[in-house]
């Protein structure tokens, strides 16, 4: 069963720099989301793409977040200047379409780690 | 906005217990509603969902219910397995944005 993928498991950086978070969906998925998770909190929705736009965000996703299909395959997260706050784990989402009736399929997240 | 808020925030019970968690929604244009279960570590999946047509649906050991008019829906677990144990969250959509609730976690004591 295809799967979506994300890359890296784990990254840590130092307080200021810029992370990339990339993702791979379901090939014959549409829709593309990023949800994030602070330990043991709730899943919280940041934005969703669709026809290489941004077609609904979050307050979370504020300046500093940035979102991006560079290619065919790879779906990005790029936090510009991390923040301590921004440590989370991030899971990028796929479906077929953007009506509520599909399941959103979950990549197994990216730990992000502000120092 | 969504609103989503989901009881108990813990659980216990014994293997072969059947085990219960309530949601609750504000947006009575929510129409989607599906269940992920989290195991430590590891991505959010789905293991049942319903839409607003309906009011029951099963899949083995677990069912969900919805009552649209008081914008409510549970989950059961029956027979529950040591290896139920995991975090469960619930979630309603609107439209593509799903809001979660801020889960339960269920541990099944053998």
């Known amino acids: ?115 | 906005g969504e609103n989503v808020e989901q009881h108990p925030s813990t659980l216990s019970v014994q293997e072969g217990d059947s085990a219960v968690i309530k949601c609750t929604y504000s947006d009575s244009a929510s129409n989607y509603f599906p269940w992920y279960k989290q195991e430590l570590g590891k991505r959010p999946q789905l293991i049942i969902d319903i839409r607003s047509n309906v009011g029951e649906k099963k899949d083995q050991r677990i069912a969900v219910t919805l009552n649209k008019t008081a914008k409510h829906f549970s989950l059961h677990i029956t027979e529950t397995q040591p290896e139920d144990s995991a975090v469960y969250f619930c979630a309603a959509s609107a439209n593509t944005p799903l809001v979660f609730g801020k889960g339960t976690r269920l541990s099944v004591i053998a």
């Open chain 1, 1 to 115: 069963e295809p799967e979506v993928t994300q890359t890296p498991s784990h990254q840590v950086t130092q307080m200021g720099q810029e992370v990339i978070l990339r993702c791979v969906p379901i090939s014959n998925h549409l829709y593309f989301y990023w949800y994030r998770q602070i330990l043991g909190q709730k899943v919280e929705f940041l934005v969703s793409f669709y026809n290489n736009e941004i077609s609904e965000k979050s307050e979370i996703f504020d300046d500093q977040f940035s979102v991006e299909r560079p290619d065919g395959s790879n779906f990005t997260l790029k936090i510009r200047s991390t923040k301590l706050e921004d440590s989370a784990m991030y899971f990028c989402a796929s479906s077929e379409e953007a009506s509520s009736y599909n399941e959103q399929f979950f990549g197994p997240g990216t730990r992000l780690t502000v120092l």
